[in-house]
């Protein structure tokens, strides 16, 4: 079973950086894309960023320049690094898996991120 634990999270002021991770309890990133996700109050969940098994990349446009996303195969762990952080960053931020070949979706518990002065 794949068990995704989000960490990192916390109260950041404005221009900050922050760097979430998310462990994962199998060795998956051949076969699963790995993304961040958040969800603001009232919001939807939105795609932050996303690394595929091929090591390809891609982020939301509110985030580019700001925020990489990356991976560390030998700890089974993906991380966010989240820098210039502005308050409309607050959100909780999600660790989801996706199976390249089943399309099943696996997710961790969400970890909150506050911008605030």
């Known amino acids: 079973q794949v068990q995704l634990v989000e960490s990192g999270g916390g109260l950041v002021q404005p221009g900050g950086s922050l760097r979430l991770s998310c462990a994962v309890s199998?060795?998956?990133?051949?076969?699963?894309?790995m993304a961040w996700y958040r969800q603001a109050p009232g919001k939807q969940r939105d795609l932050v960023a996303a690394?595929?098994?091929?090591?390809?990349?891609n982020y939301g446009d509110s985030v580019k320049g700001r925020f990489t996303i990356s991976r560390d195969s030998a700890k089974n762990t993906v991380y966010l690094q989240m820098s210039s952080l502005k308050p409309e960053d607050t959100a909780v931020y999600y660790c989801?898996?996706?199976?390249?070949?089943?399309?099943?979706?696996?997710w961790g518990q969400g970890t909150q991120v506050t911008v605030s002065s």
């Open positions: 690394i595929t098994p091929g090591d390809s990349t």
């Open positions: 989801n898996g996706r199976n390249i070949f089943t399309r099943t979706d696996y």
């Open positions: 199998l060795n998956i990133f051949s076969i699963f894309t």
